[in-house]
């Protein structure tokens, strides 16, 4: 079953309205918890998107567009903004200041049992099955897994390697599929300081590209 869980944009723009989807039946949902602090009142909410210029927040009080508030986005670490939008239970906040995606994703990953967020990424991956290899786009990437958009379907629980551009190859299974995507988990976790300097470049071509 695929596990929906906060994702992190390397991109400086908010996350739109579009970059929300309804949790499906078949999705299990692990969502970063967030503190929200409204004047003097503080609230919890879910964190389901983040970029270094805003995020997607389920919030479990009203929110009116225009609202100012703060969130909490690690210990010690408060951003201001300003809620832009609302749909539904999900409310789109722009920060007043871009805040450091990777860094912030780094030291989600600290501590003895880390939860490995996802980062969307837009890159060409090759997985090898067997003798045959074949080029997939990659949706995002964890320290654990993968996702991927495929036309042509991988067995599950089949051992493939898979390669990212900039990284050596690394060993996986084919974990689930659902809709055109499939679940790689990785063998062996990426080592958290070459993940980071991967995302470092893939940031930099990203916006050397905008």
């Known amino acids: 079953m695929p596990i929906e869980t906060t994702l992190y944009s390397l991109g400086d723009a908010p996350p739109s309205a579009q970059a929300d989807r309804r949790d499906g039946d078949r999705t299990l949902t692990l969502f970063r918890v967030g503190s929200l602090m409204i004047g003097k009142r503080r609230e919890l909410c879910l964190i389901k998107n983040i970029s270094a210029g805003g995020m997607l ?88 897994g993968l996702k991927i958009a495929s036309e042509r379907p991988f067995l599950i629980g089949g051992d493939v390697i898979v390669t990212l551009p900039g990284l050596p190859p690394f060993a996986g299974t084919v974990r689930w599929h659902n809709e055109g995507c499939f679940g790689v988990t990785f063998n062996k976790i990426l080592p958290l300081p070459l993940l980071v300097g991967w995302l470092h470049e893939q940031r930099e071509r990203l916006r050397a590209t905008a």
Not at 75 to 98: H, M, N, P, S
Not at 105 to 122: C, T
């Open 57 to 144: 927040i389920r919030a479990y009080c009203t929110i009116p567009a225009g609202t100012r508030l703060s969130i909490e986005l690690k210990c010690g670490q408060v951003v201001d903004g300003t809620a832009r939008w609302i749909k539904g239970d999900t409310v789109g906040v722009e920060f007043d200041a871009l805040v450091d995606v990777v860094e912030l994703l780094a030291s989600s990953m600290e501590g003895p049992r880390p939860r490995m967020p996802r980062i969307a990424v837009d890159c060409v991956a090759s997985i090898r099955e067997g003798a045959d290899v074949y080029r997939v786009d990659t949706l995002d990437v964890s320290q654990g």
